[in-house]
């Protein structure tokens, strides 16, 4: 680890002798300082610097670093950015006199500082995956850990940037999603960094089966990560290098196991939407009361729904609709959030935003759509996006990791004996509507499963819940 600098290590010390931080704690605020300076040479971080405290204070967290650790941390790192000369606005980046925290709390008798409003960082790409901008120039407007779009950047080896260039380009034909395009750009890194730049042209199934080999004995990876790793291997040698991958039944498949799905009570439930403070809470009773993916639920549109009729139009993989009824409990809520969306709206318009983000070749087909009431996000981000390429700001949808770290929280306040993530409320929906006496097959359209074998698995849920009413043959 490299040492401080002189002139940054001087002007460290003078901000801490002016915020009067104990002497005795100096040491530790210089190695955090030093923490930081080696993780941002490492890593390509966002220009906000609230996003680089939080991606920092979230490293610290992977490694399981205590909580009174992490906010010192974030203390140091906003008393480097002070000690910082300031220099002149710009676009993106962070005006003079706003601290570089967001949503980290500051360690006891550390100066109070007022939280900024999330920022999404712009995505950097390389020349080479440029012509694929469009599948992935929205997707880091999140808060995302590091840069989780470097599998698109150049790594050294100019044969394997051109497939992962052939692999996005394919990707985005086929209409898939840019998470998919994420997850098998990552694998097909893996697999480059496996070989050590081994020439694609000379790759084999043998490569394949010794790649699946070792993740399963060496990484023990699970059953599910080993079968992904397989069909974005498989997807590269068939679609891109054009290769016959020959037999594989002999290169090793991880048997998935019996996986039956976490289902909560409706007590529990209203536990949970009890802790939530809006728009959260209106966020997990969409995801209960619809059946909605996390990602369906917050890239609604006020389009979408149609009070009149009752009815909700769901977007959702692979951009297959579907409709559902939409819950007469939170209709007043819902009715209500529109209300704010459309107060936020004649905002936009009135400074003369440009609108929302639009999908795909939308922009183009419907020139205004972005600035029209029907077409803004049902759940929108409180701050503004910059747009570099335009320099523009637009309006983004609430992001989905603030609402899987709200309903943490939430879960923990709750004090439940489950784990619950955002799909648990998609589960518990399915199985309260099958112990209902609802039908599979409308339970299946319902939750827009292509194959009613998938929606099969909420069946087990049910036995399951009522083992205590089993008896043995001799109680007869």
């Not at 997990?284 to 549109?301: N, T």
């Not at 029209?372 to 910059?386: K, N």
Request: charged share 30%.
């Amino acid at each position: 680890m490299l040492p401080i600098p002189n002139e940054i290590a001087s002007a460290y010390e003078a901000v801490l002798i002016k915020r009067a931080i104990p002497v005795s704690c100096h040491a530790d605020y210089r190695k955090w300082l030093r923490y930081f300076l080696d993780f941002r040479s490492k890593y390509t971080l966002a220009d906000s610097r609230s996003e680089q405290v939080r991606l920092f204070v979230q490293k610290l967290r992977d490694k399981k670093q205590a909580t009174d650790q992490q906010k010192q941390a974030a203390h140091a790192i906003s008393l480097f950015f002070e000690s910082l000369p300031r220099k002149k606005d710009g676009p993106g980046k962070q005006q003079v006199g706003q601290s570089p925290l967001s949503s980290v709390e500051m360690s006891p008798g550390s100066p109070t500082v007022t939280p900024r409003k999330e920022e999404r960082p712009s995505l950097p790409l390389s020349s080479n995956v440029e012509k694929v901008r469009s599948v992935s120039e929205k997707a880091p407007q999140g808060r995302s850990r590091f840069n989780e779009w470097r599998c698109l950047e150049s790594s050294g080896s100019p044969e394997w940037d051109g497939l992962i260039d052939l692999l996005a380009a394919e990707i985005k034909t086929r209409h898939y999603s840019r998470k998919t395009l994420k997850t098998y750009a990552d694998w097909v890194r893996k697999f480059q960094s496996y070989l050590k730049n081994k020439s694609p042209l000379d790759l084999s199934a043998a490569d394949v089966k010794a790649y699946l080999t070792y993740l399963a004995v060496n990484c023990k990876v699970a059953a599910s990560t080993q079968n992904q790793a397989f069909n974005a291997v498989l997807f590269l040698y068939r679609h891109i290098l054009k290769k016959d991958f020959g037999n594989h039944t002999d290169i090793p498949r991880a048997k998935r196991s019996n996986y039956i799905p976490v289902v909560l009570s409706r007590k529990e439930i209203d536990a949970v939407i009890k802790q939530l403070r809006p728009p959260y809470d209106l966020v997990v009773k969409l995801l209960y009361g619809c059946g909605l993916r996390l990602f369906e639920g917050v890239k609604l549109r006020v389009k979408d729904f149609n009070f009149d009729a009752g009815i909700l139009t769901v977007r959702g993989k692979g951009n297959k609709s579907r409709t559902v009824p939409i819950p007469q409990r939170i209709a007043p809520e819902l009715e209500k959030q529109l209300d704010v969306v459309r107060r936020i709206h004649e905002q936009d318009c009135g400074a003369g935003f440009t609108g929302v983000f639009m999908e795909d070749q939308l922009e183009k087909k419907y020139p205004n759509a972005a600035k029209e009431f029907i077409w803004q996000w049902f759940l929108p981000q409180e701050s503004l996006t910059d747009v570099e390429e335009t320099k523009d700001q637009r309006r983004y949808h609430l992001h989905e990791t603030h609402v899987q770290e709200a309903l943490h929280e939430a879960v923990r306040r709750a004090r439940l004996t489950k784990r619950v993530t955002s799909h648990t409320f998609r589960h518990s929906f399915a199985t309260h509507l099958l112990q209902a006496n609802y039908d599979i097959r409308t339970i299946q359209e319902m939750l827009g499963h292509s194959d009613v074998r998938t929606t099969m698995i909420y069946t087990h849920c049910v036995p399951s819940r009522t083992a205590k009413e089993r008896k043995s043959p001799l109680d007869f």
